[in-house]
């Protein structure tokens, strides 16, 4: 039922380790995206992709990897993790129509705690 | 720099009241704008799209203005509810596809 699904729900693990996290939409969307939502709220966004071409790519650290098998899957792996990686990530979603990226949909976020 | 604020911070209203909520974004050359609701420890629920072209939009209880040349938009919650107390935010869409956020604004209504 849920258009934008990221999996898992929390993650604590420690620094240093290397971990995933996943998000799929059933939209139909041909754009994705990853965010991160500081302690503070504020969010930035990291990565987009459209049809499974990368289309932003904002000033964040190469440990972070983002990858797109189809339209409706975004993953991102994160290498060497650093307690500074602790937030929230959302991935969201919305269709590209005549040029112009329309509404965007917000997965429920995947809490990340780096001990 | 495109950066997006929004007046106020967090604001406490009697139910019954009308609530008022303000975005003001630097660069005028937007595409939209989208406001969102955020309940605690929930992901964002997309409330309210205004393309550049429009001045407003309204569903239900929520009516959003934009006065592109300004640099401005606002929310108005009617008739505000305990269940509307949650974060709004104020999210604005370049031609670059980047859709940069205000901090919100955290909204509690009193019963």
């Known amino acids: 039922d849920t258009a934008v699904s990221q999996t898992p729900k929390y993650l604590v693990t420690q620094m240093g380790n290397d971990k995933s996290i996943k998000c799929e939409q059933n939209l139909g969307h041909d754009t994705m995206y990853w965010y991160k939502q500081d302690s503070k709220k504020f969010l930035k966004i990291m990565f987009s992709?459209?049809?499974?071409?990368?289309?932003i790519n904002e000033t964040v650290p190469n440990r972070f990897s983002p990858k797109s098998p189809d339209k409706a899957h975004l993953n991102l792996h994160i290498n060497s993790l650093e307690l500074g990686d602790s937030a929230v990530y959302f991935c969201a979603s919305s269709q590209a129509i005549a040029g112009a990226y329309n509404e965007q949909f917000f997965g429920p976020g995947t809490r990340l705690t780096v001990l | 720099k495109q950066e997006v604020t929004q007046i106020p911070a967090a604001l406490s209203v009697p139910e019954g009241e009308n609530l008022v909520l303000n975005c003001s974004f630097t660069?005028?050359?937007?595409?939209?704008l989208q406001w969102f609701r955020q309940d605690p420890g929930k992901g964002l629920t997309s409330l309210l799209l205004i393309q550049s072209s429009q001045r407003e939009q309204t569903s239900g209880r929520l009516n959003a203005s934009l006065d592109k040349s300004s640099g401005r938009s606002t929310l108005y919650i009617a008739a505000s509810q305990p269940g509307d107390s949650a974060t709004y935010l104020c999210a604005v869409r370049y031609g670059n596809n980047r859709l940069a956020f205000g901090k919100g604004n955290q909204v509690v209504v009193i019963p």
């Open positions: 660069d005028s050359a937007i595409y939209n």
């Open positions: 992709y459209n049809n499974k071409e990368l289309i």
